[in-house]
């Protein structure tokens, strides 16, 4: 059964994200993935930790690396394609990961990011014990974020 992405999630992280706000879309991307996961949905996990691999790519190269091969192993093209039609594109990272890592520092993240599967790229980008707790610290924190913005927007 396919469960629906919560698309809020990845709407604010690219609207956040486009205005340099990291901190905020990499807490309501790990906040999607998360809901996907608990959801059981196996299309939109791949999204979010591609998203996640090009958030990260600025601050932590390797783990980005490992995170994009997640993603890459999780893709399914039926839900490549079905997600193109209800999720904006992700703005990605302008940074090389085989550059910065070197051949050999990004082919030991990627075989190492491929053969980690879902539930262990969901325990990467989030602690085990935040997996069961709802709502999250980040999701509360990223709410508060969009809360504040929305009432400068209003005012």
Do not use: C
């Not at 059964?1 to 919560?6: A, G, K, Q, T």
């Amino acid at each position: 059964m396919i469960r629906p992405l919560s698309p809020p999630h990845t709407l604010i992280a690219v609207s956040v994200f486009a205005q340099g706000d990291a901190a905020t879309a990499r807490a309501r991307l790990t906040e999607g993935l998360t809901y996907a996961y608990r959801t059981g949905d196996r299309n939109s996990p791949a999204l979010f930790l591609q998203a996640l691999a090009d958030v990260e790519a600025r601050d932590d190269p390797e783990r980005a690396a490992r995170l994009a091969a997640a993603a890459r192993s999780l893709r399914t093209r039926s839900g490549m394609i079905w997600l193109s039609a209800y999720v904006p594109p992700w703005p990605t990272s302008p940074v090389d990961l085989r550059v910065e890592l070197g051949d050999a520092g990004f082919e030991r993240a990627d075989s190492e990011g491929a053969a980690l599967g879902l539930e262990r790229a969901v325990a990467l980008v989030q602690p085990a014990h935040d997996l069961v707790s709802s709502p999250s610290v980040a999701h509360r924190k990223a709410s508060e974020k969009v809360k504040e913005r929305q009432d400068v927007v209003a005012e």
